[in-house]
């Protein structure tokens, strides 16, 4: 699921010409990349492609052309907050168990890992993210449950 900032930047670009002018396409790729932390998961893009009614395998390979732009190489994203309370417990367990640090990817597992800004969420936290739905009061179990699907 994508959030309220991509669905606009989606739009914002479809009235400047995406997805027939393909330079509007490279801009808007840019724009999410940035907004996602640097890389560009599998799921937003299928999200785009579906929102412009193209196929992902285009933007795949306007991705692959362009050295700035830069896929993830996992289906799914673990996104843990950075600053939860008795959220260093969970990313410690996150980090032990599947071998990564913050920006990595387990191949193993098939998610990259980042640890975020606040997801303003804290009350219920640890709060954690996965393919972009956010999960509050995650634990150990909660990770298992969906990692393996
Ligand atoms: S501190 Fe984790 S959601 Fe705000």
Redo the contacts with the bound molecule.
């Keep these: 699921m994508i959030g309220s900032e991509i669905r606009e930047m989606i739009e914002y670009y479809r009235r400047q010409g995406a997805p027939q002018d393909q330079q509007m396409i490279i801009a808007l790729l840019r724009e999410v990349q940035e907004a996602e932390g640097g890389v560009l998961a599998g799921y937003v893009i299928e999200a785009i492609a579906q929102a412009y009614g193209v196929k992902s395998a285009m933007l795949q390979a306007i991705i692959r052309r362009i050295p700035t732009l830069c896929c993830e190489d996992a289906p799914h994203r673990l996104e843990v ?5 008795g ?1 260093a417990k969970l990313r410690d367990y996150i980090e032990r168990t599947y071998g990564v640090k913050s920006g990595g990817v387990s191949r193993e597992a098939g998610f990259v890992y980042r640890v975020t800004p ?5 009350k ?4 954690v993210r996965w393919d972009g739905t956010l999960y509050a009061g995650a634990d150990e179990a909660l990770i298992l449950r969906l990692v393996k699907g």
């Design positions: 907050c950075g600053t939860c309370k959220g606040c997801m303003k969420n804290c219920n936290g640890p709060s």
